[in-house]
């Protein structure tokens, strides 16, 4: 079992940059895959990006693509999200979650989610 924290999160003016970072605790951090969602006031949980268990491999949603990296330190079991030329339309509650298995972009794979933290980008 993984229990999640993400920090990070705050208040920032379109173009700027986040940095978001999610803790987990347990020593199978490693064996996890990592992703990031999102959800808006209104909207459904929407998925952002995932990596697998040693970096090796990413996946990002197309609304992020090139403006969004995620990366993780298993010696430190932290994925982070940096989060760069953010959007008014990227505000939302951002949640790292883990899965078993890398790949999948629906939230009902993944078994183990943080709190979230709040992301607001300002016109």
């Known amino acids: 079992q993984v229990q999640l924290v993400e920090s990070g999160g705050g208040l920032v003016q379109a173009g700027g940059s986040l940095r978001l970072s999610c803790a987990a605790s347990?020593?199978?951090?490693?064996?996890?895959?990592m992703g990031w969602f999102r959800q808006a006031p209104g909207k459904e949980r929407e998925f952002v990006v995932v990596?697998?268990?040693?970096?090796?491999?990413?996946s990002y949603a197309d609304s992020v693509k090139g403006r969004f990296t995620i990366s993780r330190d298993n010696a430190k079991n932290t994925v982070y999200l940096q989060m760069n030329s953010l959007k008014p339309e990227d505000t939302a509650v951002y949640y790292c979650?883990?899965?078993?298995?890398?790949?999948?972009?629906?939230?009902?794979?993944?078994?183990?989610w943080g709190q979230g933290t709040q992301v607001t980008v300002a016109s």
């Open positions: 979650a883990a899965a078993y298995n890398f790949g999948s972009t629906s939230w009902g794979a993944y078994n183990y």
């Open positions: 990596i697998d268990t040693y970096g090796g491999r990413r």
């Open positions: 347990g020593r199978t951090f490693s064996s996890y895959a």
